[in-house]
């Protein structure tokens, strides 16, 4: 059974930084794809980030382009999120999902997630 753990959320100023990480376990290989979404208060969860299984193909929100950078694979299993410069509009909980096959940018096409990590921006 694979799972997901995602931990580095926090408290942090606006203009800070935080490094999100994502560890999945029970998968036998690393073709899978990850993706990073978000979640406000009211808000529907919205897509961040995803990264393919080679690590080559990355795609972001236009939101956090620039300023989000999705990587994985250090330890194997383990993607991360580096966030930095980071706004009041960033708050929410952040997850981490995964997928077989290639990369995607939908909720839908995701079979796993994590529990999520809350991501507080103060100003």
């Known amino acids: 059974q694979v799972q997901l753990v995602e931990s580095g959320g926090g408290l942090v100023q606006a203009g800070g930084s935080l490094r999100l990480s994502c560890a999945a376990s029970?998968?036998?290989?690393?073709?899978?794809?990850v993706g990073w979404f978000r979640q406000a208060p009211g808000k529907e969860r919205e897509f961040v980030a995803t990264i393919g299984w080679t690590a080559f193909t990355k795609y972001y929100a236009d939101s956090v382009k620039g300023r989000f950078t999705i990587s994985r694979g250090n330890p194997e299993n383990t993607a991360y999120l580096e966030m930095i410069n980071l706004k009041a509009e960033d708050t929410a909980v952040y997850y981490c999902a995964t997928k077989r096959g290639t990369w995607s940018r939908e909720t839908y096409d995701y079979d796993t997630w994590g529990q999520g990590t809350q991501v507080t921006v103060s100003t």
């Open positions: 029970g998968y036998t290989s690393n073709k899978y794809a």
